[in-house]
């Protein structure tokens, strides 16, 4: 059974950088076809894909958001992280990680999520 | 890059009643990367269909998706009240993922 899990800060400072913790059981990063993504969700609103991991540690990004994020994986430790610099009030939201199958390419299953409040 | 403009924002039906949600993407979907999935508050989003028509595992088969190019719909047959959620569509080209802005069911 695939499970993910999401953990982090509850809380983060203006300008400061967000660093959110994927750890899943079920799967192996490093077998062929196997990613992992994280997509965050402001309240009350809509999906947003943020970025991505390959099990060939390729890595892709949401295009507007590129400059700010950076995904990584330890593969020994099977976690995901993702580092988010300069967070602004609008970066509220939950943030979720999911596995993602190539190349079916479904995001499919998703974390419970994590709330992260950006303020001062 | 790809948008994904789903309506109606918000739809009241009863339970019992059909249910039609359109997705329209703003560029030809040629690779049949068209997937919805539906949310309940408070919870991650489930996968519902994938490749525009598939039914992933477990799903009833009261839902069902069809479209092509840019036009495509989730339809719920006689709705449980258990479908009241939201639900968005997604597409996925170029290393790259979309999602619509989500229609809201709502019981009426």
Redesign the interface.
């Known amino acids: 059974q695939v499970t993910l899990r999401e953990s982090g800060p509850a809380l983060v400072r203006p300008r400061q950088t967000l660093t959110l913790t994927c750890t899943f059981s079920g799967f192996s990063l490093s077998a062929f076809g196997m990613c992992v993504?994280w997509?965050r969700q402001p309240p009350g609103?809509?999906?947003?894909?943020l970025a991505?991991i390959d099990w060939d540690d390729d890595k892709?990004y949401?295009?507007s958001l590129k400059t700010r994020l950076t995904i990584s994986k330890d593969t020994s430790k099977n976690q995901v992280v993702l580092a988010m610099t300069n967070m602004d009030p609008l970066d509220t939201g939950t943030y979720?990680c999911?596995l993602v199958r190539h190349p079916?390419?479904?995001?499919?299953?998703?974390?419970?999520?994590t709330l992260v409040t950006v303020s001062s | 890059?790809m948008v994904l403009t789903q309506s109606p924002g918000t739809l009241y039906l009863s339970p019992g009643e059909r249910a039609t949600l359109s997705c329209r993407t703003s560029q030809s979907v040629d690779n049949n990367?068209l997937?919805w999935?539906q949310?309940k508050p408070g919870?991650?989003?489930r996968?519902l269909i994938?490749?525009v028509s598939s039914r992933?595992t477990g799903i009833p088969a009261r839902f069902s998706g069809s479209g092509s190019g840019t036009d495509f719909t989730l339809t719920i047959s006689r709705l449980e009240p258990e479908d009241f959620a939201v639900y968005?569509c997604?597409h996925?080209d170029n290393?790259?993922?979309?999602?619509?802005?989500?229609t809201k069911l709502e019981i009426k």
Do not use: C, V
């Open positions: 993504s997509i609103k809509a999906l947003e894909w991505r892709y949401r295009t979720y999911a079916q390419n479904l995001i499919y299953p998703w974390g419970q999520g | 890059e990367y997937t999935y949310q919870q991650a989003p996968l994938y490749s992933a968005y997604q996925y290393s790259l993922y979309t999602f619509g802005q989500g």
